[in-house]
């Protein structure tokens, strides 16, 4: 389903179902299908009162809210309305005083009126009330002595706890409650490898986790990894993407 207007190609990674509507994005911009009329559109905004076509090369949703990043620009969109509610240049960004061997950008997730997001090898929070973005300054765990940097994937588990998925360093699991994090690797865990590539959280609040060698099941409670999957055939280490879908 197509509109003549325009023409779709190029594939995205970033599907995401909103309010009944379904997104996507590439090159080109963000768009829209609606399942009810069977319309597949460009979205088009307003942003006081000028027509804004938003790029986006990543694509995360929350509450009833597009959060977008392309091109050295966010946007945060309310879709129904069609509107830009805030827009984020990432060169106006708060700097840590060392920016990492990247200053690669990744979406990470967004809860209550936090999104979360990375530059570089540090995470950052944008809080929609104040449209306000600060550095997320997590502490380091007491014993390993290493910070969560290079965050590729976040998730929230019931209890509230964040479970943060470090590019070559393992897992994060930080509480907020009392400001702790605990560092999860191949030297304290069953964990065979710290390539962390992919993360999940299935209902039951056990941890998917998809690494450059198996995939894992652990218990969030105990730490304790409960199943371990070898495929039969490997990828040759571009590691493995998890994801859970209930049905």
Request: glycine residues 6%; negative net charge.
């Amino acid at each position: 389903v197509t509109d003549p207007s325009f023409s779709y190609s190029g594939t995205t990674d970033f599907t995401i179902t909103l309010s009944g509507n379904i997104y996507t994005c590439n090159a080109q911009g963000i768009f829209e299908f609606n399942p009810g009329t069977q319309t597949f559109s460009k979205l088009v905004c307003d942003r006081n009162g000028e027509k804004i076509i938003p790029s986006a090369n990543q694509l995360i949703s929350f509450r009833s809210y597009l959060f977008s990043y392309a091109d050295g620009q966010f946007y945060l969109i309310d879709p129904l309305r069609k509107q830009i509610v805030d827009h984020i240049e990432e060169k106006k960004l708060p700097s840590p005083a060392t920016q990492g061997s990247t200053s690669h950008v990744t979406l990470l997730n967004g809860y209550d009126d936090i999104v979360y997001f990375r530059k570089g090898a540090y995470s950052y929070q944008y809080d929609i009330r104040n449209k306000q973005v600060k550095l997320w300054d997590l502490p380091e765990d007491p014993i390993s002595r290493r910070k969560a940097l290079d965050v590729i994937e976040m998730e929230k588990d019931s209890h509230g706890k964040f479970w943060l998925a470090s590019f070559s360093n393992g897992l994060f699991c930080y509480n907020p409650e009392n400001n702790s994090i605990v560092h999860i690797y191949s030297g304290n865990s069953q964990l065979q490898s710290d390539y962390v590539t992919s993360i999940t959280l299935d209902t039951s609040d056990r941890l998917w986790i998809g690494s450059h060698d198996n995939i894992y099941l652990m218990n969030t409670q105990t730490l304790e990894i409960e199943t371990t999957l070898t495929p039969a055939y490997g990828i040759g280490g571009a590691g493995y993407d998890v994801e859970y879908q209930s049905v």
